[in-house]
């Protein structure tokens, strides 16, 4: 799968802070492209482990879309297995959603384990497939077809969490 790469800012504009979702590509030199928005006022936006989970909740319950992918930042093969299977009865019913839900909150408020990134894959309202992906670091990988309106849909969701 081809994606089409971003990274999410925040600003203060005229007393209010906006987010950006700027692209990039892999042919830049990450630190380089960091530091350009840096000096120009933009200040990189961190996606907790309760965004992704609320970001979880939205694509699955209010989109359709599947998770098909959580990494953790710790690398724990009991979890890894635990999660998969999880994934696995949600992709046969959503009912277990909850079960998830539960889990990650779990871990993120009670063990410290943070989710580093969210892969997320379904059908739009078109029927056109959606693929994508989102980090913990501010970094998204979406379809080129549908990245203008899942990287705006997602833009929308942080501001709401964090302002």
């Known amino acids: 799968m081809v994606y089409e790469k971003a ?11 906006d987010i950006f ?4 590509n892999d042919d830049m030199e990450y630190y380089t492209f960091i530091k350009q928005y840096y000096d120009d006022g933009y200040r990189q936006i961190i996606i907790t482990s309760e965004i992704m989970i609320g970001l979880i909740e ?14 953790f930042i710790e690398d724990d093969q009991d979890l890894k297995d635990e999660i998969e299977n999880l994934l696995s ?9 909850g079960k998830l839900i539960e889990k990650l909150n779990f871990l993120s408020e009670k063990s410290s384990i943070d989710i580093q990134r969210i ?5 739009g309202n078109d029927g056109g497939a959606i693929n ?4 913990s670091n501010g970094i998204i990988g979406i379809d080129k077809k ?3 309106s899942i990287s705006n ?10 302002f």
């Open 89 to 97: 009865i949600i992709s046969r019913d959503r009912a277990f959603l």
């Open 132 to 135: 994508f992906y989102l980090q």
């Open 7 to 17: 990274k999410f800012f925040w600003k203060v504009n005229d007393a209010s802070k």
């Open 146 to 148: 549908n990245f203008s």
């Open 119 to 123: 892969y997320f894959k379904g059908r």
């Open 153 to 162: 849909e997602i833009s929308n969701l942080i501001e709401r969490c964090l």
């Open 58 to 71: 939205h694509f699955v319950l209010e989109k359709g879309l599947f998770v098909y992918n959580i990494e």
């Open 21 to 24: 979702c700027i692209s990039f």
